[in-house]
């Protein structure tokens, strides 16, 4: 590491507006400007507005702050803005309060759990490519969005209840993830302005939040007894024995909608894209779903024989990740030499980490080779795509099971082929996703 224990302050990156800081460049290439951030050094020190923000280029300080030193932060002023959207469920909560719900959360999430949910992600698959037809062009982002819905609210909601909630989710998600980048960017003033934009949030926040009310209402109508998530959510109880009353379960399941559905649905698209333009990477993935898919495939645990399949999708997650997340201060610390006060602002950025080439040699080559046994351990805090410490991602078997059942479902059928002149861009949220592109269907 650069820095070291005689260090007293970050190095300010270079480039800050008057008042603005460095918010024109974070909202202008928030890509581009993360990934300069590393020639500065370790811990460097940017500013939101007048917020000073410190950014981590290091996995070490990655891991120290994520993992080793994790309760001597919480969520920041990311998670400060999405607990607008999503309430105080898993996403958002820090602390005991989160360990408390992420102990009855998780057990939902578990690998023999998610066996309950491999039907409703396989009805979800057909639901969107039932009609697909050779030669036709498919919106693939958009598919790969559709299927992320469908199965998330197919496995939270109860069988042919979750329509509306998807409808409003479809709907409403994309405003609230752009409305969210420019409130973390500006300052705090600047949200509680009656702009166009704060407004179509604040109506997407009350729409989505409603249909979830509604599907709630109707689902405690009915008797107990279901596999889905929401049930489970309902009857859930405390350590003090006592239920969640609806706002709790309201959060958690916006929780679950907001943090499930973008991030699965771009990851798809993106694998699709991978595969196009790795024609050697492909054959080796359809040969081996063929296989898989001539033995049948009922439980989740058989997808396990997906494993060249499962590197292709890990190495599609180290290009195509979280923008950023951040973390905050609790109490007065210190960070590779850097003092850092109590409320301190941490943000750290998986995309720029997974590029570096320092931790992934040649990164700007695909390879699912790199995660192959045998090859050099990645440094921790190298590779985040499910970042890691007590707030890892809670529904990485569901994304890994999804996908990869979308995957079996849609090769074993179709090879897809980029347009000739297609250009697929990043557009970075939180997640990045891929611009609107079609692909051809061939059948195989
Ligand atoms: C490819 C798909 C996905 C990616 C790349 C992804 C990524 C992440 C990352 C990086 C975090 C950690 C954030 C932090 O440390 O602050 C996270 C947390 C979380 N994810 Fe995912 N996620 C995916 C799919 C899902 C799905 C399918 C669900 C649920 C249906 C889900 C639910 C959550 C929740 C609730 C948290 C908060 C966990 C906690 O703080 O305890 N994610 N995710």
Redesign the pocket.
């Given at each position: 590491m650069g820095t070291g224990p005689t260090q007293t302050s970050a190095p300010p990156v270079p480039g800050a507006w008057p008042v603005l800081g460095h918010a024109p460049a974070l909202l202008r290439d928030p890509l581009r400007f993360f990934g300069s951030l590393a020639d500065h050094g370790d811990v460097v020190a940017v500013r939101l507005g007048p917020v000073p923000v410190y950014a981590l280029t290091h996995p070490a300080l990655v891991h120290q702050v994520?993992v080793t030193d994790g309760d001597l932060y919480e969520?920041g002023r990311l998670?400060d803005k999405l607990s607008r959207i999503v309430g105080h469920?898993?996403?958002t909560s820090s602390g005991p309060p989160?360990r408390a719900q992420?102990r009855i959360?998780q057990p939902l999430?578990q690998r023999d759990q998610i066996a309950c949910h491999l039907a409703a992600m396989r009805a979800a698959v057909g639901d969107v490519t039932s009609a697909w037809r050779a030669g036709q062009r498919v919106a693939i982002e958009s598919a790969g969005n559709d299927i992320a819905l469908l199965a998330?609210t197919n496995s939270l909601l109860p069988p042919r209840t979750g329509e509306e909630v998807a409808r409003m989710v479809k709907e409403n998600l994309p405003v609230l993830m752009r409305a969210l980048v420019l409130q973390i960017a500006l300052p705090e003033w600047w949200t509680r302005l009656p702009a166009p934009g704060n407004r179509r949030a604040e109506r997407a926040v009350a729409n989505l939040r409603g249909a979830i009310a509604e599907a709630l209402t109707r689902h405690r109508a009915v008797p107990a007894g279901r596999s889905d998530i929401l049930s489970s959510l309902v009857h859930a109880r405390d350590a003090a024995g006592k239920p969640w009353d609806d706002v709790a379960v309201i959060d958690q399941a916006l929780?679950?909608l907001v943090?499930?559905v973008e991030?699965?649905g771009s990851?798809l698209a993106w694998v699709f894209h991978e595969l196009a333009r790795h024609p050697h990477a492909e054959r080796q993935v359809h040969d081996e779903i063929d296989a898989a898919a001539a033995e049948g495939i009922s439980d989740p645990r058989q997808l396990r024989r997906l494993i060249y399949t499962t590197r292709f999708l890990q190495e599609t997650?180290r290009l195509h990740?979280?923008s950023f997340?951040m973390r905050r201060t609790l109490e007065p610390c210190e960070l590779g030499g850097v003092p850092l006060t109590a409320g301190a602002e941490v943000v750290l950025s998986?995309h720029a980490l997974h590029r570096d080439p320092r931790w992934h040699p040649n990164p700007e080559t695909f390879d699912p080779d790199r995660f192959k046994p045998g090859t050099p351990a990645i440094p921790k805090g190298a590779y985040?795509?499910?970042?890691t410490?007590?707030?890892?991602?809670?529904?990485?078997h569901?994304?890994f099971t999804?996908?990869l059942t979308a995957l079996t479902m849609i090769c074993s059928r179709w090879r897809l082929r980029h347009l000739p002149g297609t250009r697929v861009r990043e557009i970075p949220r939180i997640?990045v996703h891929p611009s609107k592109f079609h692909m051809l269907l061939e059948e195989r």
């Open positions: 994520l969520r998670f469920g898993l996403l989160h992420r959360v999430f998330v929780s679950l943090a499930g991030t699965t990851t997650l990740t979280l997340f998986p985040l795509p499910f970042g410490g007590a707030h890892r991602c809670v529904g990485e569901f994304a999804e996908i997640e």
